[in-house]
């Protein structure tokens, strides 16, 4: 669910961005300025994109070493708590054995049993804690790496969106121009 909340988060930011780009664009196009106040608009505004792409970037890097520490401070807690137990265990199987040798040697046998059972499921769950850190890591990874993509296709359309306004200022120039010497003409008549 929180990855599905994450995707669903970088899927509107993505969005709110690349519309914030093309609608400043469209924008820029249709207002009456110069094709070089048009050029150094647009520039402004792809320069804008980027910075917004980049912190939309650190942004998820960041949440990503914050999840990458919260699974260490996780993983070292469990090794605590594993390691308290197993020492309780120990003490207890000290305690135990100490009265074994008072009633014989089948009952320390028993308990050597009970303690290799005991250890045998402290070192399950230990190996269970790491399997559960280490894809709580790959998750973060791939979380940061889904956005890195994001940011990256972001820059990648920022620049076609960018292109694309040059062609059309070109065009919008060429056509002002055109324009211009027929109203010369028409004048001259």
Excluded: W
């Excluded at 608009?41 to 970037?57: H, L, P, R, W």
């Excluded at 120990?90 to 303690?115: M, P």
Aim: with cysteine; hydrophobic share 35%; proline share 1%.
């Amino acid at each position: 669910m929180t990855e599905k909340k994450c995707t669903s988060t970088q899927n509107f930011v993505l969005g709110g961005l690349i519309g914030a780009a093309v609608g400043s664009v469209v924008a820029l196009l249709l207002a009456p300025k110069s094709g070089r106040e048009l050029r150094s608009d647009i520039n402004g505004q792809v320069q804008s994109a980027k910075e917004k792409a980049y912190d939309v970037k650190d942004a998820a890097l960041e949440k990503g070493a914050e999840l990458s520490d919260y699974a260490k401070i996780q993983t070292d807690s469990l090794k605590e708590q594993t390691a308290r137990f197993t020492d309780t265990v120990k003490s207890k199987a000290s305690e135990v054995s100490g009265a074994a040798k008072k009633y014989g040697i089948k009952i320390k046998a028993d308990t050597e049993d009970a303690i290799e059972e005991v250890s045998g499921k402290v070192e399950d769950t230990q190996e269970v804690v790491a399997d559960k850190v280490d894809e709580a890591k790959d998750k973060a990874k791939d979380v940061a790496d889904k956005v890195s993509d994001k940011v990256d296709e972001a820059k990648d359309k920022a620049e076609d969106v960018k292109d694309v306004a040059h062609s059309e200022a070109k065009d919008v120039k060429k056509a002002a121009k055109k324009a211009a010497k027929n109203v010369e003409k028409e004048i001259k008549k």
